[in-house]
């Protein structure tokens, strides 16, 4: 809903302290839906924030947890920048960000703040064509310039610089439950597909296209993690479940109805056999509340040690 760069820090730590692989944050500027306003405290404040700006503070203030998006709206920032940006907070964490990167859906937001929303299918034009600028920018060799001829964006003779840490570049989560055109750029750019807010089946289904793609392109379809995302709502306790999940305001009622997390350990590794059922490697749990830490370590100390051992 929104969080203060002191709250992402502290969950950013806690979520390194009780073993969790990485900690990654979204890309908005706006909250979410009738209850950002009419529900939640404040109205939403202290909103969302900028997400690399806040990833470049916790790249230096973590140590080992991974850093990332899920995901950037191509709509916010030019490609060019972009591929800087992520490069300078890979170097600053010391190799360990990744970047999420999408369409962008959320038309309301770019209307709060003056950015052009264009229809989906330049969206997904300017989608493709970033993705291979910031691909570009970073693997081309030191020394050799970077040239780029697109409907949307024109590079002439970019230096490149500067090289993230990791080589040949940060992996890049790709996601969405598009039928062609999502397939076709996970199979093209992906290290992790996301298939999230989605079922199992319908997660199994899109798994499916992308491994159809990557086939179709001569890639490997292992090559890829396959994933999905869903918030969280975990208490062992009733009174604990029923008090997190009033603290979402609305938010996770909403997405309930789009398979999130939600119950005791139990019930959350039994929707957790399910995803690894479908082919999910990798689950990201959405907090909401992130001034609930003891929800993070509670997850830690009852979910995380058996989700590991899904087979």
Known sequence: MGASYDDLLAAARTTAECGFDAFFRSDHYLTFGAWAWADYPAGGLPGPGDAWVSLAGLARETKHVRLGTLVNSCTFRLPGPLAITVAQVDAMSGGRVELGIGTGWYEAEHRAYGIPFPPLKERFDRLQEQLAIITGLWTTPIGTPFSFLGTHYQLTDSPGLPKPVQQPRPPIVIGGSGT???????????????????????????????????????????????????????????????????????????????????????????????????????????????????HIREIAETVLPAARDIR
């Open 180 to 294: 062609r055109r999502t397939p076709q750029l996970a199979a093209t750019y992906a290290d992790d597909f996301n298939a999230g807010y989605m079922t199992p089946d319908d997660g199994a289904a899109q798994f499916a296209r992308v491994r159809a793609a990557c086939e179709a392109q001569g890639r490997d379809p292992s090559t890829i993690v396959y994933s999905t995302a869903h918030p969280v709502c975990c208490a062992q306790d009733p009174a604990a479940l029923r008090r997190r999940a009033a603290a979402q305001h609305g938010y996770l009622d909403h997405m309930r109805q789009r398979g999130a997390f939600f119950g005791t350990p139990a019930e959350i590794l039994d929707q957790l056999a399910r995803w690894h059922k479908a082919g999910a490697q990798r689950v990201y749990f959405e907090l909401v509340d992130l001034s609930d830490l003891d």
